[in-house]
């Protein structure tokens, strides 16, 4: 059975970077796009970026282009946050849809995924 388990988050300083992983059980016998998604207290969750089963195919939201990347190895999916701007504050969430989303447009919403992690929480203030 598909599990995600988020990890990484912390307080950080704006300007400063962290990386969060997602583990991803059964990771080589199931493919997957995963995505991660942030929730700031009293807004939506909105989709932040997505990788596609093979690593080859990557999206992200415009609020993090050239700041955030996102990658994969064989068990974790991982989100380098760098220039970390306090925006950027909230629960982050690691989330799994068919592979085929990673093409699409709508990547980056939030009901093409259908598990998803516990989150951890980015906190970026002085």
């Known amino acids: 059975q598909l599990q995600l388990v988020e990890s990484g988050g912390g307080l950080v300083q704006p300007g400063g970077s962290l990386r969060l992983s997602c583990a991803v059980s059964?990771?080589?016998?199931?493919?997957?796009?995963i995505g991660w998604f942030r929730q700031a207290p009293g807004k939506e969750r909105e989709g932040v970026s997505c990788?596609?089963?093979?690593?080859?195919t990557t999206n992200y939201a415009d609020s993090v282009k050239g700041r955030f990347i996102i990658s994969r190895d064989k068990n974790t999916v991982y989100l380098q946050m760098n220039s970390l701007i306090p925006e950027d504050t909230g629960v982050y969430y690691c989330a799994a849809g068919p592979p085929v989303v990673a093409a699409l447009r709508t990547a980056l919403e939030k009901r093409q995924y259908t598990t998803w992690g516990q989150g951890t929480q980015v906190t970026v203030s002085s």
């Open positions: 059964r990771f080589t016998l199931d493919y997957y796009t």
């Open positions: 990788i596609s089963s093979s690593g080859a």
